[in-house]
């Protein structure tokens, strides 16, 4: 059975679409900068469904008024880190929500290996089941 | 906004059709027509109206509005559509307008779709150097990137390098804002403002700066009549008026004042017009039971000039107000 058909990890939004190109992300951009959330950019090499806080490339961007801004620093992190995942994350500081509100994936490394399923014997006939990234094998940074 | 183009399904509410004013934007093949649909002229017009002399700025304002409508035009033919580099230099001695100026800039170059949100970032030297190695390019960058799409306006620039410390943090930061000046031209647009002299000097040791920047605009000190104009509109704008003869007793005001160190151009007559309105407010509150009309309260009378320290000076100074 194939875990991994696309070979592509699918989180956030746009996650089952192709690559949203430059223009496009700048477009989405515009939108949450429109909402008034404030864009902040992550990056990581460990992309487990369970990893929910990737390391920050830089300060959450508040105040901006134009997508130039956050383009321009996911440029530089896309030179900086240009086989890690990034994604690009919008927060909303509206009184009881105070969260994010949109999250996408603006990079990803050319070759995903996806994951692989370990299963652990328990005692009688219990199983108990993990998911193992097989990129996590290398140490950090030489992973893809 | 208000008017969507698609409908629910399940909803009464139609969608509008596809908006008719996006039709004539097809191609304006004049001069006129590029006008009318930026509104440049309303901004130039009311830069006219609202701000007193200047003549030399306007002009050269109008030559840059000309400028960018010439190019509109020439993107239609596919002629080469090399963005001009916009970044400007406001020089000038205080209070002569270059902070409202640039206002007024932002608004021209965002209805001719140069800059795309048209807001202006106004920044000192504060707010773009770090206090300590590794800060400053985070805190540049930063203000820079709240600047995109609209004008980053830079106040007393020159105090960006100081030449007598050779490790100020400065010159980190004027590297970075020519690095984004030149490569995110169509981003944002950069204003430098400050003293003209001040203004000389710091592009004598910055060549890089000095030749990046396209326009240097020089703000005139204001003559006696212009300042006298602008004390009409500063006063008219806050409901007060001049009463009799005070309005020639503030002319002479004016003309000692020039004179006087630290004098401001606008920013002076306002301070003038500041303190006379105190003195007015405390002629009136020392009658307490006299019934205040509505003229009463918004004349300023020529004793609440005639108290000014101004006044006492020409006693050692005897030149008539001749200039």
Request: proline fraction near 6%.
């Amino acid at each position: 059975m194939m875990t991994n058909p696309t070979g592509r990890i699918t989180q956030g939004q746009f996650s089952f679409l192709p690559d949203l190109s430059d223009a496009e992300i700048a477009l989405q951009i515009a939108y949450g900068l429109a909402k008034g959330y404030a864009w902040s950019i992550e990056y990581t090499d460990d992309p487990h469904p369970r990893n929910t806080y990737w390391e920050m490339f830089g300060m959450p961007m508040f105040d901006l008024t134009d997508a130039a801004g956050v383009m321009l620093e996911l440029a530089n992190c896309r030179a900086t880190f240009p086989h890690h995942y990034i994604r690009l994350m919008a927060f909303d500081s509206t009184r009881n929500i105070e969260s994010i509100a949109m999250s996408f994936i603006v990079n990803r490394p050319p070759n995903e290996p996806g994951f692989r399923l370990v299963r652990q014997e328990m005692a009688g006939r219990t199983m108990r089941y993990t998911v193992h990234s097989y990129a996590t094998n290398k140490p950090e940074g030489e992973r893809y | 906004m208000a008017n969507p183009t698609y409908s629910i399904p399940g909803t009464a509410i139609a969608p509008a059709a596809a908006a008719p004013a996006l039709a004539p934007m097809a191609a304006p093949t004049t001069v006129g027509e590029v006008l009318a649909q930026s509104q440049v002229m309303a901004v130039i017009d009311e830069l006219d109206r609202d701000l007193v002399g200047l003549v030399p700025v306007k002009a050269r304002i109008r030559d840059i509005a000309a400028l960018l409508v010439i190019a509109k035009l020439r993107e239609q033919f596919g002629m080469a559509a090399a963005m001009p580099s916009l970044h400007m230099c406001f020089s000038g001695n205080p209070g002569t307008g270059k902070t409202t100026v640039a206002l007024r800039m932002a608004q021209i170059l965002h209805r001719l779709g140069y800059v795309r949100k048209g807001h202006v970032v106004s920044v000192t030297r504060d707010d773009l150097v770090g206090q300590y190695i590794g800060h400053t390019a985070p805190k540049t960058k930063e203000v820079l990137k709240k600047a995109m799409g609209g004008v980053l306006f830079i106040d007393e620039a020159y105090y960006l390098y100081r030449p007598e410390n050779e490790r100020d943090y400065g010159q980190e930061a004027i590297e970075i804002l020519l690095q984004v000046m030149e490569n995110q031209r169509d981003d944002l647009v950069v204003i430098l403002a400050g003293y003209k002299d001040r203004m000389d000097t710091f592009f004598q040791s910055n060549p890089g700066m000095s030749s990046r920047i396209a326009h240097h605009l020089d703000f005139p000190d204001y003559s006696a009549p212009e300042l006298l104009q602008i004390a009409d509109r500063m006063l008219g704008d806050g409901s007060y008026r001049f009463g009799d003869g005070a309005r020639e007793v503030f002319d002479q005001y004016l003309r000692r004042r020039v004179a006087q160190p630290h004098f401001a151009n606008a920013r002076s007559v306002r301070n003038a017009l500041d303190r006379m309105r105190l003195r007015q407010a405390s002629r009136l509150f020392a009658d307490r039971d006299r019934p205040l009309t509505r003229d009463d309260l918004s004349t300023i009378e020529t004793s609440d000039i005639l108290l000014s320290r101004v006044f006492d000076m020409p006693a050692a100074n005897p030149q008539p107000p001749s200039a």
